[in-house]
Structure formats: structure tokens, C-alpha cells
């Protein structure tokens, strides 16, 4: 390996893909200016991000080949173009929350300023997001098992997803912290 | 800039002091492994990442000076230690069940394996993560605005979250998409 960047695009774990698909920081944070901050030209996020031209053009074009963003002509009817999250990269909205709440609560101390994100029609904070199982039950760290299934949905099958590209299809185990 | 690292840890933004705080998605990779495979032994995250020994430690060394993992003994009574997450670590949960539940929807193609996650009580898929209002009402995109505040929890005082550094104080604006 040795610094080396590993593609886990083939990986049997949703996370990994993710990973592979998004690609860095840097691309989670042009999301988050598309999908927050209302931004669309390549300046507009060339300035929030204060990234390097080149980099944010690889970034962008990357997005763009993975589905996430794609380019329209600008909407003052000018030559240029703009990136607009597709569907796809909209439904990343809830990862973008998912974050933010968690920074919330862990990453800023007693006093210091911070954004707390909150309801458009009342002004109020919003709810704390929460993993539900159908029924309504809240569920934690160790009250999740994993099973592979096809994504035709057939019969699930239980299997061990695995971080190794090339054992995807080890035994099944309950997805339990150990703790 | 030029690939030179800027660190974000004085960021307005949560989203943005989250990937200064985790550091890269290899770390990200160490949290699930923690979180969903129960993995605590250094040799255990390697096995499982296939990242260089040095590589491995830098990270794991920085989650702990990050307050997201912190080492034990081991478990068996030897003289290893474990890795675990720590309160802070383990909120992480939900971040990763978010990214999880968009993988699954986005990135696996009809008729592939995927890792489908259930309930462990009733083998049944969870239900999808939503963001809502403290009301219920289910909240997308463009239905939350962002308000700074102290994080005691004064008076909401509207402001616009910047992504640059040195520019944490301009003014409000509703953290709407433009589509």
C-alpha cells in the first residue's frame, strides 16, 4: 500500500463504496456547498472552499462521472455552466445531516459559537435523526444485523460483508460492536 | 494550496470541522470497523483494511487524540491494548447508517449483492433515515435554516455559516438549495 490509494469501487460494504464513489473530503465538502449553500459555479465553490483551480476541476469532474453532480447551462442564460447535485447527490442530503448533528453535539465546546440547524416554517431546532426498524423502535449500535441480499430484492440470505476487496463472501455474523 | 492539507478545525461549519476531526476516509474506515465489524486489535484493523502498519497507526493515533477511539487492555488479559470508541466515537453510529442507507440506494446495480441492513429483533430492513422536524414533519432539502448560537443554548441569533475560515460572522440566509 504504502500511501496508495486503494479503490474499494469492486468493495461488498456500502461504506467503502461510498468512499470510493465520493472520493475525499474535498468532494463532501463541494456537496455540502451545492446541497446547504445554494452553489453552482465553479467560482462560487472555488471561492467557499479557497481550493486550488485544478483540484476543484478534478473534484467536479469526478462528481460528475460518479452521477452525483451534473453541469446545466447557467441560469442567467450566460455561456457559462453550473454543477447541480442530481438526484442522487441530493439524496446525500441526509448524510450531510447526519454529520452535522453529530458535530453538534461532539465538536464544538461550551460558549463557542456554532450553526444549529433548524426547521424553515418555526424557527425551532430540528429533531435528533434516529435509525428505526419499521415498527418505530429506535435502534442502537449492536441491534443491527446485516444480511446480503440482491438488490432485486429475493429472499435475504445471511452473509459477513467483508472490508477486503477480494473475500467478499465470507460467513455471516451480526453486525455487534463488542462493547 | 496546491494539495497542501488546510485544517478546517476552526471552521463555522460542522460538517466541516467533522473531516478535520476524523482526518481522512481510511479513519472513516477504522470507525465501521469498530462500530459494525467489532474489530479492537490493531492487527485486526490491518487485516481488514490491507493498509501499511505505519499508515494504520497514524490514524488510530489521531482518533484517540480526537477523543474517538481511546485505548484499553485487551480483553484476554494479555498485555495488547484495544482500540474502542469511545461515547463520542460511538455517535458516530448514525453517520455511518446514514452513509450506509445512500450506498444502498445509489450504488449497488440491480441483481448485485449487496449488504441489506436489518433489524436484529425481526430480521427485517430498517426503516430509511429521515431528518424531522421537532413536530414529526419530515424535512428535505431546502426546509431548514441554519441559526448561530452559543453552544449553551441562548437566544437563536440568525446567521450564514461560511466555509471560509477567517469569515465565520457574515450574515443570515436559509440554507436553501437553489433547485
Redesign the interface.
Same mark, same amino acid.
Given at each position: 500500500?504504502?500511501?496508495k490509494r486503494?479503490s474499494f469501487a469492486a468493495d461488498? $460494504?456500502?461504506?467503502?463504496?461510498?468512499?470510493d464513489?465520493i472520493g =475525499?473530503?474535498w468532494s463532501?465538502?463541494i456537496i455540502? =456547498?451545492?446541497?446547504?449553500?445554494?452553489k453552482?459555479r465553479f467560482g462560487e465553490f472555488q471561492?467557499?472552499?479557497?481550493?486550488?483551480k485544478n483540484?476543484l476541476a478534478v473534484r467536479l469532474r469526478k462528481l460528475v462521472s460518479r452521477g452525483i453532480m451534473e453541469t446545466v447551462p447557467a441560469?442567467d442564460g450566460s455561456a457559462y455552466h453550473e454543477y447541480?447535485?442530481t438526484e442522487?447527490g *441530493?439524496?446525500?442530503?441526509?448524510?450531510?445531516? &447526519?454529520?452535522? *448533528?453529530?458535530?453538534?453535539?461532539?465538536?464544538?465546546?461550551?460558549?463557542?459559537? *456554532?450553526?444549529?440547524? $433548524? =426547521?424553515?416554517?418555526?424557527?425551532?431546532?430540528?429533531?435528533p435523526?434516529?435509525?428505526?426498524?419499521?415498527d418505530?423502535?429506535v435502534? +442502537?449500535?449492536? =441491534?443491527?444485523?446485516?444480511?446480503?441480499?440482491? +438488490?432485486?430484492g429475493s429472499a435475504?440470505k445471511k452473509?459477513r460483508?467483508? &472490508?477486503?476487496?477480494r473475500s467478499?463472501s465470507k460467513r455471516s455474523t451480526?453486525?455487534?460492536?463488542? +462493547?
Open positions: 500500500m504504502k500511501g486503494r461488498a $460494504c456500502p461504506i467503502a463504496r461510498t468512499v464513489t =475525499d473530503w463532501l465538502l455540502r =456547498d451545492a446541497a446547504l449553500g445554494g453552482r471561492k467557499s472552499l479557497g481550493l486550488a483540484i441560469s447541480v447535485l442522487k *441530493q439524496r446525500l442530503h441526509l448524510v450531510l445531516m &447526519a454529520i452535522w *448533528q453529530w458535530a453538534e453535539t461532539s465538536l464544538f465546546a461550551p460558549g463557542e459559537m *456554532q450553526g444549529v440547524l $433548524c =426547521d424553515q416554517q418555526n424557527g425551532e431546532p430540528v429533531a435523526m434516529e435509525l428505526r426498524a419499521r418505530g423502535r435502534l +442502537r449500535i449492536g =441491534d443491527t444485523i446485516l444480511r446480503r441480499d440482491l +438488490r432485486t435475504p452473509h460483508w467483508s &472490508a477486503k476487496r467478499p451480526a453486525l455487534n460492536a463488542t +462493547r
